[in-house]
Structure formats: structure tokens, C-alpha cells
């Protein structure tokens, strides 16, 4: 059963059974996510938490600590582990006010080598919304880490995404990380352009020292400022060519990291003992659109 929250000028709504997802999120009945379409495939639409990592880990296979593990393949045309374990199952209510939730989920699966809680509040501000995330580690060894948060932003004409890094990584012909990077000016505030003239682009884009991106949607009237807080260090960019939306995720670390120590600690995952925590959050606040 879905869970809706109102207050200001935001409307969101939580399904617990899906992932944990916000299923729609609208400011003055514009729509802030792109809204759950019966069309499309899961998780295609709406926002939602990465746990235990984010994005890919090439073949579902990684060796830590002198043990080889491997997950389950949940992106067969990739052949990778992506997005994590928890969009997948469900979470529980323990908590609901007309302004905010808090979901828990529980993850010990046989032949899973990950043992955690998680939990998300998401709760409305006066002029937006935020996305608390954590995880602990509930298992008996120390494991690698991360977290992030998923949104599928709409996309109106004449769209920009505004931010400051050092860059994305390269990729190789799997499109995961090389440790070579390379600047993508139009995301500079200084030299943007709109998401329309981007080619498809997926990649990751580190030393977001400033954790804060700008949406301009003008044609919209809307501009809406993503702050990160915590484990939230990068901001992972994906623009379609076949959908008018955009993702823009800020993450724990680099896709694949855990396979592919040459980029850096500042990419790796977090090694969390038992019983140690990892967390984040993201705050969208909403107003009318005014260039800056």
C-alpha cells in the first residue's frame, strides 16, 4: 500500500512494496521524478535507494579480503550486478506523519555474503524534500560498502544540469571506469548547455566537493537545487537519447570500484566492520526558475 505525503507545494508518494521507491513527487503539480508508468520496466521511473552498492559490479563478482563472492545477475544484457539489493525487496513502515517516513529493511538471504539494516526517512520540507539513507552492517566480517540515491528527473525542453567536479571517468567498452578522467564542460555553470544537445551520456563524476547541483527547467518554471550530505561524495550523470529524462545521483563511490583498486580510495567502497554504519542524504528544495 502506498504512502502519500503533502505539505507546501509537494506532493510525493512512497511505496514500501517497490523498493522502498517514491513512486511520484510533484511541486505545484509539476512533476518533480518522472511518475511510475505501467509501460516501463521497474525502477525505470521515480527515485530509489542503492544498497548494499550502487550502480555496476562487472559479472556480479568481486574478491575481498581473500574471499571470491559473487551476486546474483539482475542485468542479464550486461551481465552485471547493478543498483544494489534492497530496490529489489520490500521495506516495512515503521513510522508515518503526514510529513514524513521511515522505512526499515532487513537483508540476510542464504548464499547472499551481504547481512544488513537499512533504513530511509523521507520527509517534506517547507520548500522540498529530503532522503535520509543508512546501512549497517549486521553480518559477522568486515565487507565493502556503499550507498546512493536514484532519482529519474523529468525533462522538459531546454533543461540544464548544473555542477562542479574533477570529471568523469573514462570507460571501457563495457561502460565501467577507467582511472583516466575527463571534464564534461556542459555541466559547468560557466559553460552549460542544455541536456537536449548532450549525446547520451552515463558515467560517474568524482571530486564533488561541493555535494550541490542546480536544476534549471525553465520552460517549467522550476529550479531545483540537489545538496548531499555524508557518504555522498559523487554524483553519477545518465542523459538518455530515447527519454525525456535524467538522472542525477549522488553515490558513495564509482561503479565497479570494488573490482578496480587503480581508481583511487577517494572511488573505493566503505569497509564496515559489524555493526559499523554507513550514511547519506539528499535534500531537493523546489522554487521558481530565475537564471542565476
Not at 45 to 61: E, S
Not at 149 to 163: D, E, N, Q, Y
Not at 279 to 291: D, E, H, I, N
Request: some cysteine; aromatic content about 8%.
Amino acid at each position: 500500500m502506498s504512502v502519500e505525503l503533502t505539505g507546501g507545494d509537494f506532493r510525493i508518494v512512497i511505496d514500501p512494496v517497490l523498493g522502498g521507491a517514491i513512486v511520484a513527487a510533484n511541486w505545484r503539480d509539476v512533476p518533480i521524478f518522472t511518475p511510475l508508468d505501467p509501460e516501463l520496466a521497474p525502477f525505470k521511473t521515480g527515485c530509489f535507494a542503492m544498497l548494499p552498492f550502487t550502480n555496476r559490479i562487472a559479472d556480479g563478482q568481486f574478491r575481498f579480503d581473500g574471499h571470491d563472492y559473487q551476486l546474483a545477475i539482475n542485468n542479464q544484457d550486461e551481465n552485471v550486478a547493478i543498483h544494489g539489493l534492497s530496490r529489489d525487496r520490500p521495506w516495512s513502515l515503521t513510522h508515518c506523519t503526514s510529513h514524513s517516513v521511515i522505512l526499515v529493511q532487513h537483508f540476510a538471504e542464504r548464499g547472499n555474503p551481504y547481512e544488513y539494516w537499512a533504513r530511509q526517512e523521507i520527509s517534506l520540507l517547507e520548500a522540498g524534500l529530503r532522503i535520509d539513507v543508512s546501512i549497517c552492517n549486521a553480518g559477522d566480517r568486515p565487507m565493502p560498502f556503499g550507498l546512493g540515491i536514484h532519482p529519474w528527473f523529468a525533462r522538459s525542453p531546454g533543461t540544464k544540469l548544473l555542477f562542479v567536479s574533477n570529471g568523469t571517468c573514462e570507460q571501457d567498452d563495457r561502460n565501467l571506469p577507467l582511472p583516466q578522467f575527463r571534464q564534461v564542460p556542459a555541466f559547468d555553470p560557466e559553460h552549460s548547455i542544455a541536456l537536449d544537445d548532450i549525446p547520451w551520456l552515463d558515467g560517474c563524476f568524482v571530486g564533488w566537493a561541493s555535494q550541490h547541483a542546480r536544476i534549471e527547467r525553465p520552460h517549467d518554471n522550476l529550479a531545483i537545487d540537489i545538496e548531499a550530505t555524508g557518504a555522498l561524495r559523487h554524483l553519477h550523470v545518465f542523459v538518455p537519447d530515447n527519454r525525456n529524462v535524467f538522472c542525477a545521483e549522488p553515490v558513495s563511490h564509482v561503479p565497479d570500484a570494488i573490482n578496480r583498486p587503480g581508481l583511487g580510495q577517494s572511488c573505493a567502497m566503505d569497509v564496515l566492520a559489524p555493526g559499523a554504519v554507513l550514511s547519506g542524504a539528499m535534500t531537493l528544495r523546489a522554487s521558481p526558475y530565475s537564471p542565476v
